[in-house]
């Protein structure tokens, strides 16, 4: 079965401040998603990695996919109370259903301001 | 173009009652997945459909919990019989395409099943 652990599970950080949130399995995917989900909603995909080693960068954030496709991390850099939200890995299968995704417990972030 | 439609948004069930949850793929998407989100907990594959058929069901209980999506209408995920550990947030996701590599789901706003 795979597996997707997802760290640390709670940040409260303050404005300003730079955080990294990791994802890590000992399987291999064959892309990472990440979304972010707002309470009463549904998660909001930010991006798709899919080439080992890959690095994307969304404005303050920037994501990588670990060269084994087996881990991933999402770095916010001078956090903004907006950023506040659950923040979802999820890899998709090497094959068969890629849209069967694992995901990872979430991490919720809290920024204040 | 509007989105990936779930209804109800929010339903409450008593304890043996059946819960029917709809959701109506974007525009053009023919794939459909059900994925559930049990409280402090990622969400959790259910099922894969595809216009009348079931691709994968691998995640959906055993007993009581079906899924259809007709030729015409929006797809079902139906639970019969809740009990108080169905409680949770029901996300129906369509695709376009099941391609091989980054597959991209785009997620309805959940319908939340409490039972009493």
């Known amino acids: 079965t795979q597996l997707l652990e997802q760290s640390p599970q709670f940040l409260s950080i303050q404005e300003g401040e730079n955080l990294t949130v990791y994802c890590n399995s000992s399987?291999?995917?064959?892309?990472l998603q990440w979304y972010r989900q707002e309470p009463g909603e549904g998660p909001v995909l930010l991006v798709t990695?899919?080439?080992?080693?890959e690095v994307k960068k969304l404005k303050r954030l920037t994501f990588q996919f670990g060269d084994a496709r087996k881990d991933s991390s999402l770095h916010i850099t001078a956090a903004q109370p907006g950023d506040t939200g659950l923040y979802l890995c999820?890899?998709?299968?090497?094959?068969?259903?890629?849209?069967?995704?694992?995901f990872g417990q979430g991490t919720t972030l809290q920024v204040k301001p | 173009n509007a989105g990936v439609m779930q209804n109800p948004r929010h339903l409450v069930r008593r304890r043996g009652q059946e819960a029917r949850l709809r959701c109506s793929p974007m525009?053009?998407?023919?794939?459909v997945y059900w994925y559930r989100q049990l409280p402090e907990e990622g969400l959790k594959f259910m099922v894969y459909?595809?216009?009348?058929?079931?691709?994968?069901e691998s995640g959906m209980p055993k007993e009581r919990f079906s899924a259809e999506f007709p030729k015409e209408g929006p797809s079902i995920l139906r639970i019969q019989q809740v009990v108080r550990g169905d409680s949770a947030a029901y996300f129906c996701?369509?695709?376009?395409?099941?391609?091989?590599?980054?597959?991209?789901?785009?997620f309805g706003a959940g319908s939340r099943l409490t039972v009493l």
């Open positions: 999820a890899g998709a299968p090497p094959s068969g259903n890629t849209g069967k995704l694992i």
């Open positions: 399987s291999v995917f064959s892309s």
């Open positions: 990695v899919v080439t080992g080693g």
């Open positions: 525009k053009g998407h023919s794939h």
């Open positions: 459909l595809q216009k009348e058929n079931i691709i994968d």
């Open positions: 996701a369509s695709a376009l395409l099941n391609t091989a590599g980054a597959n991209v789901l785009t």
